[in-house]
């Protein structure tokens, strides 16, 4: 059967079992458009978006058929990690990045440069992608990224010692820094789909390229977080995306984030946002991403810009009643603003 077929697969999901390996089985066959056919689609088992030797399923479309306007996904089956309930791995559609060990930084690397020098040159080939993880200094204890500050780069040519880049470097990192390799996740579009019960995450996306998302909603939801577009993520678009949570907090338990993303650059978020969780919208460690036209109210922080990001924040943010804090910039952060601030409506 040929791959990338320019019709899509209507799926009629069980409105009472798990869905989740039938649709992980029609994206393993070749589909990459997926229409669910119903209004309820419960997934027990988490949805990765990669095949078994974790490539990606980049291009792949996710939405309802024609006719039916939002499915409802009760994630209550995929739950939360019972040793680390924040681990975001327990979502219902996820994508980890496929990052294995390679070397580290032998000198600083700074703005503005697209060479870095790392230990082994041997690691890596033309065309690679990589992450600088500023985070993980320790290699090899620790060979792999941890969350924090980082950039993802594409190798275009590898020298004795050093990796040319496809584009400049827009952070500081430190000498330690390791330099891994990552496979991104490029081209997906998921939509219209609402999440309800409790698991960590409804859509999970490490090192996503030109993604959208849109309309992704939530009702009942107990779980972490609704949308997160995790570390090492270029270019994506989050659109009309709104979290209602039922406990707002930062507790294991509680519903911490609604529509957050982490170690962005150049994403983008529109009329989204959250309300009843710990953080409505908020950005981590990301640079030049923007919130246009967020909403948020009844949130412990309506909508945040943290931990070291640089270049990015809300325009036109819409908040109201937050239980601890409106607005709130870190000082780590660099040029990063809360742009003519509205009530929510």
């Known amino acids: 059967m040929p791959i990338y077929l320019d019709q899509p697969y209507v799926f009629t999901p069980n409105p009472t079992a798990d869905n989740g390996p039938r649709i992980q089985a029609l994206m393993k ?6 229409q669910i056919n119903g209004t309820k689609c419960p997934i027990g088992t988490t949805v990765l978006l990669n095949r078994d030797d974790y490539w990606p399923y980049s291009g792949q479309i996710i939405e309802p058929a024609p006719g039916i306007e939002k499915v409802t996904i009760d994630a ?26 390679a070397s580290y930084l032998t000198s600083p690397a700074g703005v503005n440069q697209t060479q870095i020098f790392v230990a082994d040159t041997s690691k890596y080939t033309n065309g690679e992608w990589i992450v600088i993880s500023d985070a993980s200094t320790n290699f090899p204890v620790m060979p792999l990224p941890l969350d924090g500050p980082m950039e993802v780069r594409q190798v275009i040519f590898v020298t004795a010692n050093s990796l040319i880049l496809n584009r400049v ?34 859509v999970h ?40 949570g039922t406990e707002p907090g930062i507790g294991p338990e509680q519903n911490a984030w609604g529509v957050v993303v982490e170690g962005q650059d150049g994403t983008r978020i529109i009329n989204s946002g959250g309300e ?26 309506n909508v945040g810009v943290y931990t070291a990001s640089i270049r990015s924040g809300f325009l036109r943010p819409r908040t109201a009643s937050p239980i ?15 742009v003519e601030p509205i009530p929510f409506s």
């Not at 990192?173 to 960590?200: D, M």
């Not at 009843?276 to 922080?301: E, F, H, W």
């Not at 409106?326 to 040029?335: L, P, R």
Request: charged share 20%; aromatic share 8%.
């Open 29 to 34: 066959a070749g589909y990459r458009w997926i």
């Open 76 to 101: 209550s089956g995929v739950g939360r990690n019972p040793v680390e309930p924040n681990d975001p791995s327990y979502a219902a559609f996820d994508y980890e990045g496929r990052v294995l060990p």
């Open 169 to 202: 470097i827009k952070r500081d990192h430190p000498q330690g820094a390791i330099v891994a390799k990552a496979t991104p996740i490029k081209n997906v579009y998921i939509r219209n789909l609402e999440f309800t019960g409790n698991c960590g995450v409804g």
């Open 205 to 244: 996306l490490h090192y996503a390229q030109h993604c959208v998302i849109e309309n992704i909603t939530s009702v009942d939801w107990r779980g972490r977080c609704m949308l997160l577009l995790d570390n090492g993520g270029e270019y994506n678009t989050i659109i009309n995306s709104y979290c209602t």
């Open 276 to 301: 009843r969780c710990g953080a409505g919208q908020a950005m981590n460690y990301s640079i030049d991403t923007v919130s246009v036209n967020a909403r948020a109210r009844l949130n412990t922080v």
């Open 324 to 338: 601890n804090l409106d607005t709130v910039i870190t000082s780590d952060s660099v040029d990063c603003y809360m």
